[in-house]
């Protein structure tokens, strides 16, 4: 079988229609890497758009005998990655939505006092300063202020993606450090 760069990109995906091994390592071997930075362009996280380049392979793979004739496979493999991207930050923005509503419900919910514990609310606070600079800054103004990722986004300005990206990495960094707990007391505070 000669090389993808000897190859027309609909000959390719007809191969790959044949489930010619080959050829699908070899769109993979070229592309691949492409895709995970053109991800990352959009997530700002290797391993989730590692993930997401990934998937596609695996689709096109798994899928292939049910597509429509594609005539320019690379395109198609970048609008599938942006797609899938896309659909990601969606889910970040719905997911993100209904932790700070649940937070809200648990605050104004009948829920006795909680006596906060002034050693753990030191650590939450000094786990909250080992953040790097604008993850900090952009974590105190969401969660402690109560602003809105779109108003911090706007006095920051930077975009509503990099917000939720810092909050993504905020969250992960502090739940590393103290559990999921901390988004307790995080209510209370």
Not at 9 to 33: C, G, N, P, S
Not at 140 to 157: N, S
Not at 162 to 167: E, F, I, K, S, Y
Request: glycine residues 2%; hydrophobic residues 45%; negative net charge.
């Amino acid at each position: 079988m000669a090389s993808i760069g000897e190859l027309r990109m609909d000959d390719t995906f007809q191969a790959i229609k044949r489930r010619e091994h080959v050829a699908w390592k070899q769109l993979f071997e070229i592309y691949f890497k492409k895709l995970v930075l053109f991800a990352e362009y959009f997530l700002m996280d290797r391993e989730e758009a590692e993930d997401i380049a990934q998937e596609v392979f695996v689709d096109l793979w798994t899928n292939v005998r049910e597509l429509p004739e594609i005539s320019n496979l690379k395109s198609y493999l970048f609008v599938q990655v942006r797609n899938r991207c896309l659909n990601r930050l969606k889910h970040l923005h719905v997911e993100d939505f209904s932790k700070q509503w649940l937070l809200e419900a648990q605050m104004y919910a009948e829920i006795p006092e909680v006596e906060i514990d002034q050693e753990l609310l030191k650590r939450v606070y000094g786990v909250i300063e080992e953040l790097p600079d604008q993850s900090k800054v952009i974590f105190k103004r969401c969660v402690l202020d109560g602003k809105k990722y779109r108003e911090v986004a706007q006095e920051m300005e930077i975009s509503v993606n990099t917000v939720n990206t810092h909050m993504k990495r905020a969250y992960k960094f502090i739940r590393s450090r103290l559990g999921v707990s901390f988004l307790i007391l995080l209510s209370v505070i």
